[in-house]
Every structure is written in C-alpha cells, then in structure tokens.
C-alpha cells in the first residue's frame, strides 16, 4: 500500500472513529507499527491529527493566532459568549481567559451587572471599559503574542492570590481520553492556575474543539463542572462528558 494511500485511510479511520490505535491500523494494513507511527509522525507535522501514546486524536483546528481565530465559527462564539454571560450573577467574582470566545462573554456582559472580572487578557480588560459596575483586576506578567495574554512566573503568583467564583476557561481541544489541552506549554500552566484559582470551571467550547487535542494538558475532565457549546454541537459529540456528569449547555 502505498504511503499517500495508507494517510488518507489513517485520515478516514480517525474521522469515522475519533481515534488511531496504531496496533489495530498496522494490523488491518498488513504494515509494522513502525510505519504507522512514522505516518503519524508525519501526519502530525501537517497538522493533520495529534499524538498520543499508542496512536492519534484529532487536531484541533482552534490553535491559530488571535485575530485568525476571530473568523472561526464567529456566530457560535456569539452564542456560547451570550450563554455565559447570563450564568454571571451579581457579586460574583468571575475569571475570564483569553480568547475570542471570552471576548464574547465580556461584550454581553450587562452594563448594569454589578461583579468582579479577573483576567490576564487586555483585550478583555478593554472589552470591559464601559462597564462601569464591573471591577476589573488585570494579571499582568509576560505577554503571549500568540493568544494575547499575560504568562509567566508573576501571573502565577497573582493569580494564587485569587478566589473566585467561577472560571470561564477557553481551550483548543477538549477529549475524553486527554482532557482539556492547549497549543502552547506555558499557557496551560496558566489556565490551570486559573481553574485551581476558581470554585468551579466552565469551558467555552465551540464544536471544532470538541473531541480534538492539543500538546499540552491544562486539566483532566474531572476538574470541570460544565461545558457551554453551541446548539448545533452533534450530540453523539457531547455523549460522553454528560457520562461523566458534566453540565453540557447548548447554546
């Protein structure tokens, strides 16, 4: 079998099953599992899935830049930014990460809302000028060009002084198996600081993310009380995290 044959199976295995088990796909090829994992390997410097041990998920396609992401699925961030905004309630003290789709959460805030946002993102500070009844803490440290946020051993250290309520968590991939993962090292640590710096976790997740992966693991699934995806979200997709007792919200 040749080898641009053997991707596209690969490529047809993981979109029919969510995974690549490369013992199975060796087998079912009648190749080693060498050359699965050098496929993989391969595959995996395309972008075109990400690896694990024993296999592969699939990439998420959320790892871009900021302002690329910005014109991914723009109206699902809208409704799942709306969906959590409502969930904010008076007083509270609320986190929110950085990203397109907090951004979304900042801007249906209501201007009469009186609470607490902490975050490590400017460009969510500057969602909130307007909101003269919210108090806005900003983490600084070193910042991220890539996301637009603040990193680094002084955001750590700020953010241990926090207790907040809730954590609106943003992440590029979210998956059974490997749980809540992002692009970049540094920024995991950061939203796990954040999450471990809230009495509850909720993660804006649009479908693109759901059931894909990324290099770094921010938290395990059981870290996290609820997810807010869009309506269109296939349910098959959402199947296994309400197994898991988690709070799904259709936008």
């Not at 040749?2 to 099953?17: D, E, G």
């Not at 993989?40 to 959320?62: D, F, K, T």
């Not at 400017?122 to 909101?131: K, Q, S, V, Y």
């Not at 999450?195 to 479908?207: D, H, Q």
């Amino acid at each position: 079998m040749l080898t641009t044959h053997r991707k596209q199976q690969i490529l047809a295995i993981l979109k029919r099953q969510g995974q690549v088990i490369a013992k199975e796909v060796s087998a079912a090829m009648g190749v080693s599992e060498d050359t699965i994992r050098r496929d993989l390997r391969e595959m995996a410097q395309e972008g075109l899935l990400q690896r694990v041990h024993g296999g592969a998920l699939p990439a998420s396609p959320a790892v871009a830049d900021f302002a690329v992401r910005q014109h991914i699925t723009p109206e699902d961030k809208v409704a799942i930014g709306r969906a959590a905004a409502k969930m904010i309630q008076p007083g509270q003290v609320v986190i929110l990460d950085g990203g397109t789709t907090a951004r979304q959460v900042a801007r249906h805030i209501p201007l009469d809302l009186k609470a607490t946002v902490v975050t490590h993102s400017p460009a969510i500070a500057i969602e909130l000028i307007d909101h003269q009844n919210i108090e806005v803490i900003l983490i600084g440290g070193r910042l991220f060009r890539h996301s637009v946020v603040a990193v680094g051993a002084s955001a750590i250290e700020a953010i241990a002084q926090i207790h907040a309520d809730t954590y609106f968590m943003g992440v590029t991939g979210i998956h059974p198996k490997t749980g809540l993962t992002t692009g970049d090292y540094e920024e995991a640590a950061i939203k796990r600081a954040l999450s471990n710096a809230a009495a509850e976790t909720i993660v804006l997740a649009s479908s693109e993310k759901l059931n894909a992966a990324s290099p770094y693991v921010v938290v395990p699934l059981s870290e996290i009380s609820g997810i807010i995806t869009e309506r269109s979200a296939q349910k098959a997709l959402l199947r296994p995290y309400e197994k898991l007792g988690i709070t799904v919200t259709r936008a």
